[in-house]
């Protein structure tokens, strides 16, 4: 299975930005998926999820700025970022995998710099 992440940038705040993540060897809808991100000097920190049954849920710092989908039909997932702060700066992370199967997969991370 591999996972390639696509998307980030340099963005000023305030600004917007569209995470994506495309899937091969295994289908996105057969899993969870997740986003993370892992600023300098910090640990990876889960920001997003969708379970399989399509429950959402994210972590307190992106609340109502970002959203995470999904695209079954082209196996991909997103993460749309809006309102981005300079805090957001970090390596950002696709991740899917499967609980009941014991399996987990991470893209490689893209940069995301947001500047004030």
């Known amino acids: 299975v591999q996972l390639q992440a696509s998307g980030g940038g340099l963005v000023q705040a305030g600004g917007s930005l569209r995470l994506s993540c495309a899937a091969s060897g295994s289908t996105l809808s057969n899993g969870y998926i997740a986003w993370y991100r892992q600023a300098p000097g910090k640990q990876r920190e889960l920001i997003a999820s969708i379970t399989s049954d399509g429950a959402s849920s994210y972590a307190g710092s992106v609340k109502g700025r970002f959203t995470i989908s999904r695209d079954n039909a082209k196996n991909t997932m997103y993460l749309q970022m809006n309102s981005l702060k300079p805090d957001d700066t970090a390596v950002y992370y696709c991740?899917?995998?499967?609980?009941?199967?014991?399996?987990?997969?991470w893209g490689k991370g893209t940069q995301v710099t947001v500047s004030s």
């Open positions: 991740n899917f995998g499967n609980w009941s199967l014991g399996t987990e997969y």
